[in-house]
């Protein structure tokens, strides 16, 4: 079976986002950029899989920039054995829409034929949380989002799902999407060797026009503001005049 | 001339650094107040480095090292830079001089090193001779084939884990015309050879938990297998193997002060008095403009004496003048660093004060600031006769 992990190039999570001064969106120029956390996971899934004998390749896919070549190596250099590159844009500053992307990696899965797709929850830029999403729906295919755990035997995978409630376990069919969660796994550093390896394995550049999409944007961001600095707060002397500072702020 | 860092390179940067941030950030205050590294997290640090295949990555691959360049390794010490040294000790880097065993000392030592299995320490200084290493008093005798070693050495870093150590010790004298000159030979020595004591030494006020040891020799007999290159050629395998180590110091402190800078800048950022982020005044201000552009500057000079050793070219002055100056920088960075934090800055509440401690070893050990001093100077006056 093969494995596709699509993996986004995103601001890194150390980094102190600062808006761009018209407001267009978030300043990345000269800012450290890394793989999606949450891709990070699925990669580290995926060749946990294929370590466990259920998977055989694990394909990493970007679609973006030129310079999310780095995203896939560093994907390479965790394991994955091979990439798929999809350059969407020359602007840094263009967010590829999820619609975009989905319709690319249905494009790859047609060509590729893997029996999963893993994907991260949402990317921490835009937080969208909707590729995967649109990628089962696209597909026709069976979809396991938000998983904390994930098993698969033969036709079938058990999932674990964190929802608001708690924990509800799912099985589904293969082929299937599944996006992963934080508590899925905890993703490995980059060996020395695996580093050095990375340069030499295959890593295929395509264009959106490859398959057949449009990648310009729909949406428009009319606006982006920096979130509301957190007013100070207050120190009460017990608890009934807490309760009262609660009712006088209709918290209660 | 290109200034990019490679992809492999800049995956080994963001390795090094994660494991830091996530494997010795978390255990750094812990050991500031212990003094101590606890065995199993150093067994533990070390394994997972092994598992890595970062153990020994400055040795080459036909012994099992990674064989990284000395630039790639240059980038690898500064990114350990940031952590604590008593932590990165175990992100295992031996002492390249290693490389001069020969024979069956390549499995008793050599490859044991490599492979983690056994620590080594590198014992060149003394009481009464430091900056002046050839004053040693340390010395050896013959007797019957064997060698004879009396005498001590201080300051020996590594000390508590190393299973044996490279020792630097008299093997003669020769008389010269600018007077007598002592005749060097490095030795390996195993902990628990019988006449050889390895013992704790001072308390220091950088690095804590990075502990320095005394060696005391007491008529302790050592075979010619013992012996780390040529009788009578210490010097030798000193200045082939040793003369990059002042690089990693230089990289040490762009790391380091790199770290404090972001404590700096936020603080900076942060911090309000006079009804405005204190960066608003220019006094703030233009101190952290001047660190930024001396980190700059020694990271620059440290990755470009790297290069000039990749490169086959002469590396000794510009080595001296990044040690010189990289350590010099540190000690300004953590002092301003320290300073706008105010009185915030000497407490342990922040790892400031200690980045502050720690900067002062770094003048002074594997040659002092006079001395790097020394070694330019006469690079640039010696063909001139002056
Ligand atoms: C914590 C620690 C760990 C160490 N670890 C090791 C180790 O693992 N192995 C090892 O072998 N050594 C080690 N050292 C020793 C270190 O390399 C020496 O401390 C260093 O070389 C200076 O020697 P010294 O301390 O004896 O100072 P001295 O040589 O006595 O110098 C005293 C002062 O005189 C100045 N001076 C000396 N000669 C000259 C000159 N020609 N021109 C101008 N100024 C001069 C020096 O710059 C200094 O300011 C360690 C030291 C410390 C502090």
Redesign the interface.
Known sequence: MKVIVPVKRVIDYNVKVRVKADGSGVDLANVKMSMNPFDEIAVEQAIRLKEAGKADEVIAVSVGVKQAQETLRTALAMGADRAILVIASDDVHTDIEPLTVAKILKGIIDEEQPGLVLCGKQAIDNDMNATGQMLSALMGWSQATFASELDIDGDSATVTREVDGGLQTIKVNMPTVVTVDLRLNEPRYASLPNIMKAKKKPLDEKTAADYGVDASPRLEIVNTVEPAARAAGIKVGSVDELIEKLKEAGAV | MQFGLS??Q???V??VR??VENEIYPYESEVEQSGQVPHELGEALKQKVI????YA?NFPEEVGG?GLSHLDFTLVERELGRGSMALTHFFGRPQNILMACEGDQRERYLLPAVRGEKMDALAMTEPEAGSDVRGMKCSAMRSGGDWIINGSKHFISGGEHADFFIVFVATGEDQTPKGPKKRITAFLVDRGTPGFEAREGYKSVSHRGYKNYVLDFTDCRLPDAQVLGEVDGGFAVMNEWLYATRLTVAAFSVGRARRCFDYALNYAAERKQFGQQISKFQGVSFQIADMITEIDAADWLTLSGAWRLDQGLPANREIASAKLYATEMLARVTDTTLQIHGGMGLMDDYPIERFWRDARVERIWDGTSEIQRHIISRDLFRPLGA
């Open positions: 992809e492999e800049n995956m080994i963001d390795t994660s494991f598992d890595l295949g970062f990555c990674a």
